[in-house]
């Protein structure tokens, strides 16, 4: 008779987390995991610029959580949920007071932003380039640690309000939605064909899948389920 320990999928998956959505996924994720895959040995991979399609393909990463994914060779994905973009100011900014702002008064504010390699500052130039309207960008960082300090000091940010969750709890921060037009974009998980653990991927991939669902399902992410 095989034990379900045989039969259980077994083995090291590396999984890649956008910063945006490493905190507050990474430990429900892994718990889940090791829950009901108590053979799989998990590897985050936490990365904030734009090479990590480039990875995946390669597998050099087994399984990736991915925004605006392009579909390409050796790799197999799930589109889970639109998430729009927000500006997020400190405790105390006026700016919190108003239901939206337009994308248009974002010229009115010092924002720190991502560099041009990364997603989010991608989506951000295209819909200016779009529309013909630009975002006052102060300042650069690939670090959210920076960035949430650079609020903390009187800039603003454009991020999901996912990425800020824990300030905005905490009430150390504020989301306002951005209309006019409403920048988002896509979240995807996605598996390398090319990994050498195909099931155990599999396996992580879709409890991957199964938790982002949920926290949409429950309000704690804020995004649109596909």
């Not at 400190?90 to 010229?107: C, D, S, W, Y």
């Not at 951000?124 to 920076?146: C, F, K, M, Q, W």
């Not at 598996?191 to 199964?210: D, F, Q, Y």
Request: glycine residues 4%.
């Amino acid at each position: 008779m095989i034990s379900s320990q045989v039969r259980s999928p077994t083995g090291k998956v590396s999984v890649e987390l956008p910063t945006s959505a490493c905190r507050g996924l990474s430990s429900r994720f892994i718990q889940n995991v090791a829950e009901v895959y108590p053979n799989i040995s998990i590897h985050i991979v936490e990365a904030m610029t734009g090479t990590l399609d480039e990875w995946v393909q390669l597998g050099r990463l087994d399984v990736a959580l991915l925004y605006n994914h392009k579909a390409f060779e050796n790799v197999a994905w799930t589109e889970m949920m639109v998430e729009d973009l927000m500006l997020i100011a400190a405790r105390g900014n006026p700016v919190l007071h108003r239901n939206a702002i337009t994308f248009n008064e974002l010229k009115n504010y010092s924002l720190v932003l991502p560099g041009r390699t990364h997603v989010l500052r991608q989506v951000i130039d295209r819909v200016a380039a779009r529309t013909g309207l630009e975002p006052n960008i102060a300042l650069e960082s690939d670090s959210l640690t920076a960035i949430a300090n650079m609020v903390s000091l009187g800039y603003m940010t454009i991020m999901p309000h996912f990425a800020m969750m824990d300030e905005i709890n905490r009430d150390e921060m504020g989301a306002v939605p951005i209309i006019e037009p409403i920048p988002s974009w896509r979240m995807s998980v996605v598996v390398s064909k090319r990994t050498i653990n195909a099931r155990s991927s599999k396996a992580v991939a879709t409890t991957l899948a199964e938790e982002i669902r949920s926290m949409v399902e429950s309000g704690i992410w804020k995004a649109h389920l596909r």
